[in-house]
C-alpha cells in the first residue's frame, strides 16, 4: 500500500511563493501526481513527475526524489485564485492513484 | 478535452433507499474510477473498472457495488444507504492501465449525497 504525508494547511500572502511537500512510503510507484481542487469542484491535474529532478509550467513547478519518497510542488507569484487544496498523488503499475488528504492553500491579500 | 459528467450535483436519500450515481466519459476511456471524499481524510477509492463489465474493489467498497455495461458509462450503486455514506462521490476516467502520464485521471464535477 501508500502511505503519503503532505501539511494540512499553508498561508501566504499574494505575490509570495509556496512550496508544499508530500513524502510517501510505496509497495509499487509509477509516476507522481499533482492536482487542484477548488471548493465545490472538481480536481484538476497540474503536473506528473517519473523521474528525479524538476518539472516547471509557467507559476507551477514540481519537484520529485524518488530515493527520498519527496516531492513538493512550488507556487510562484501567488495570486489570490491560487486559494484551493492541492492534492499529492502516487500512482501504481494497474493505473490507481493513492491520494494524499490534500494541502489547503489560503492566499491573502 | 476530456469530459467527465455525473448524473447529479446534489442529492438527498432517506436511509435504507437504493441510490444510483451515473457517471459518463466521453473520451473512450478504459478506466473509470469511483471515489469518495471527505474532510481530512482526502479522495478514497471504492470501485474501478479497466474495461466493459469488469471491476475491481478498491479501498473501501463496503456498502457499494458498480456496473459497467458500456465502455463510457460507469454507474456506483448504494443497496441501502446508511447517514455514514453521506459524502462527495467523485467519478474519474483514464486512458491505459500502468502507462505513467497517461495514468492521469479526469474528474467529473462530482454529487454530494445526504443520506438523512
Known amino acids: 500500500g501508500q502511505n503519503i504525508d503532505q501539511p494540512t494547511e499553508m498561508t501566504a500572502t499574494e505575490g509570495a511563493i509556496v512550496q508544499i511537500n508530500c513524502t510517501y512510503q510505496t509497495s509499487g510507484f509509477n509516476g507522481l501526481f499533482w492536482y487542484q481542487q477548488h471548493a465545490g469542484e472538481a480536481p484538476t491535474f497540474l503536473s506528473y513527475n517519473v523521474l528525479d529532478g524538476l518539472e516547471e509550467k509557467g507559476r507551477f513547478s514540481s519537484f520529485l526524489s524518488r530515493s527520498k519518497g519527496y516531492s513538493y510542488l512550488l507556487l510562484k507569484e501567488l495570486q489570490m485564485k491560487d486559494s484551493a487544496s492541492y492534492l499529492c498523488a502516487v500512482g501504481d503499475s494497474w493505473g490507481k492513484l493513492q491520494f494524499g488528504a490534500g494541502t489547503q492553500v489560503v492566499v491573502t491579500p | 478535452d476530456v469530459k467527465v459528467t455525473q448524473s447529479s450535483r446534489y442529492l438527498v436519500k432517506r436511509t435504507g433507499e437504493k441510490v444510483f450515481l451515473e457517471c459518463v466519459q466521453d473520451?473512450?476511456?478504459?478506466?473509470m474510477f469511483w471515489y469518495r471524499q471527505d474532510p481530512g481524510l482526502g479522495l478514497r477509492l471504492i470501485y474501478f473498472s479497466y474495461d466493459v463489465k469488469m471491476k475491481e474493489k478498491g479501498d473501501i467498497p463496503e456498502g457499494y457495488s458498480v456496473s459497467r455495461e458500456k465502455k463510457e458509462r460507469f454507474s456506483l450503486i448504494l443497496e441501502s444507504a446508511s447517514t455514514n455514506q453521506t459524502s462527495m462521490y467523485l467519478c474519474?476516467?483514464?486512458?491505459?492501465?500502468?502507462?505513467?502520464?497517461?495514468?492521469?485521471?479526469?474528474f467529473g464535477p462530482g454529487t454530494r449525497l445526504t443520506v438523512l
Open positions: 474519474a476516467s483514464s486512458s491505459i492501465r500502468g502507462s505513467g502520464r497517461r495514468n492521469t485521471q479526469y
Open positions: 473520451m473512450d476511456h478504459e478506466n
